[in-house]
Structure formats: structure tokens, C-alpha cells
């Protein structure tokens, strides 16, 4: 099987707690002439690429799987009762939309839902349009780590509640509930005879 090159979650919280001054509650450095410290540039920076690493796999896994099978959830042993693959990608976006609104100090999407996506997306393009609208959403949040204004949300849907709640513990958060719904999107991929993008030549 093909080596994965992707950052792993974890790789991605030990970055956090390596390189996030205010984590460590270490003094903060400004760089002159800009309005946000260098450690949350390097924080901002770290995430992006991991955006762009785990939206690319995801992204390419949505378009992968047929229309036809957005439908398609396996039925046998312990899969009783688990979302479509349609499904599973729209909470998936549905809940990058609701902690990148909590990371910019928005209310959640109305359309969100209880993190099931709006009902009128149905079918596959609907679908991957949510899912594009959620990562550049994302990446908004993102664009703003290090900046005072607006203020941070808590979001009901994390464990990260008062001071926990930054930007970029939010945004990681996203990225790694992400990452968890990629490896079941790659399940479902392979059960209906389709290798994952990531994993062909």
C-alpha cells in the first residue's frame, strides 16, 4: 500500500503545544508593523497547511464516491444505524462551519442544524459545494489567529469552553473531527471497491 505523506492529529497538537507562546503562557513577541504576534503567524501558518492537506484528501475523497452511493451505509456488524456517506460528509462540513463561526465570534449557521448540515443539501454537487463553503470558512478563521477583534465564541458542540476556546484550538479541533471522518470516508470508499485517491499511484 501506498505510504500516506499527510500530517497525523497528533503531529498537529504537538505543533500547537510547541510552537503556541500563549499555550505555554510564555510572553508573546510582536513583529513591527504588523497586528498580530510572530507566534500566532507561526500558528496561523501551521494550520493552514494542515487545511490544505486534510481539505485536498477529503475533498477528493467526496468526489470520488459515485452519486449513486452517497446513499450507501454499511448495514453489517457494528455499522447498524451509522449516517450515509452523504451524510458523513455534510455533519463533517456542517461542524467545520459551526467552530469557524465560534473562532470568528459568529453565531452557528442556522442551516447547520444539530450538526446534520441543512436538509435542502441532498444530493452529491449540493453537497460538495457545503463542503468547499465549510473549509473556506474555515480558513477565514484561520486568516484571523492573532487578532483580538472579533472576540472568541464558545461553541456548544466543543469541549473547549471559556478561555480553552481560541482560534486555534477551534480550528484545530475542526481539522482533527475532520481527519476522524476522513478515515471512516475511506472505509466506505473501499467497500464499494473504490481505493481512495490518496492511496493510488
Same mark, same amino acid.
Given at each position: 500500500m501506498k505510504r500516506q505523506k499527510h500530517i497525523t492529529p497528533v503531529f498537529v497538537l504537538m505543533l500547537m503545544l510547541a510552537s503556541s507562546a500563549r499555550a505555554l503562557g510564555q510572553p508573546e513577541r510582536i513583529t513591527a508593523g504588523t497586528s !498580530? !504576534?510572530?507566534?500566532?503567524q507561526r500558528e496561523r501558518r501551521a494550520v493552514q497547511i494542515f487545511l490544505k492537506d #486534510? +481539505? +485536498? #484528501?477529503?475533498t477528493r475523497s467526496a468526489e470520488a464516491m459515485p452519486a449513486t452511493k452517497y446513499t450507501f451505509a454499511p448495514t453489517d456488524g457494528e455499522f447498524k444505524g451509522v449516517r450515509t456517506f452523504g451524510q458523513m460528509v455534510k455533519h463533517l462540513a456542517a461542524t467545520n462551519h459551526i467552530l469557524a463561526a465560534a473562532a470568528l465570534g459568529e453565531e452557528p449557521p442556522a442551516d447547520a442544524g444539530d450538526e446534520m448540515g441543512p436538509e435542502a443539501v441532498r444530493t452529491k454537487p449540493e453537497i460538495l459545494e457545503y463542503l468547499s463553503g465549510s473549509f473556506a470558512h474555515l480558513a477565514k478563521a484561520m486568516d484571523a489567529i492573532g487578532d483580538q477583534d472579533p472576540a472568541v465564541k464558545s461553541s456548544p458542540i466543543s469541549p473547549l469552553q471559556g478561555a480553552a476556546a481560541t482560534r486555534l484550538a477551534l480550528t484545530v479541533e475542526a481539522l482533527i473531527h475532520a481527519f476522524d471522518h476522513y478515515g471512516q470516508m475511506v472505509e466506505y470508499l473501499r467497500m464499494n471497491g473504490i481505493v481512495p485517491p490518496a492511496s493510488r499511484p
Open positions: !498580530t !504576534t510572530l507566534d500566532a #486534510v +481539505g +485536498g #484528501v477529503i
